[in-house]
Nanobody, 126 residues
Framework: QVHLAESGGGFVQTGGSLRLSCAAS????????MGWFRQAQGKEREFVAL????????YYADSVQDRFTIHRDNAEDTVYLQMNGLQPEDTAVYYC???????????????????WGQGTQVTVSS
């Protein structure tokens, strides 16, 4: 069982930046492809970004492309989501998740992520 913990959420004004972090309790993140997802109030959880084990391949949702960057530090066993140019529509609870599956043909489906964090709230004011 891998326990994931997100941090770095908060309140920011439109155009601002935040960096989310995701760490595992047992130093096992390096064995997984890691994704970030978000769920806004009243909406379904949606894919945001995904990174492979070595950190040299990524996917992004169209809505965050060119604004968000996912990267990982396997020495620190941490995955980050740098979020720039935040907009009110980015307001959501953000979750990190771990998967043993990474494909060169598209993002891993949510159903293939084995472990999920508890989430961190990001609120962007207009």
């Amino acid at each position: 069982q891998v326990h994931l913990a997100e941090s770095g959420g908060g309140f920011v004004q439109t155009g601002g930046s935040l960096r989310l972090s995701c760490a595992a309790s047992d130093g096992s993140l390096r064995h997984y492809a890691m994704g970030w997802f978000r769920q806004a109030q009243g909406k379904e959880r949606e894919f945001v970004a995904l990174i492979n084990l070595s950190g040299d391949s990524t996917y992004y949702a169209d809505s965050v492309q060119d604004r968000f960057t996912i990267h990982r530090d396997n020495a620190e066993d941490t995955v980050y989501l740098q979020m720039n140019g935040l907009q009110p529509e980015d307001t959501a609870v953000y979750y990190c998740a771990a998967s043993l599956i990474y494909s060169n043909f598209g993002p891993t489906p949510q159903s293939s992520f084995e472990y999920w964090g508890q989430g961190t709230q990001v609120t962007v004011s207009s």
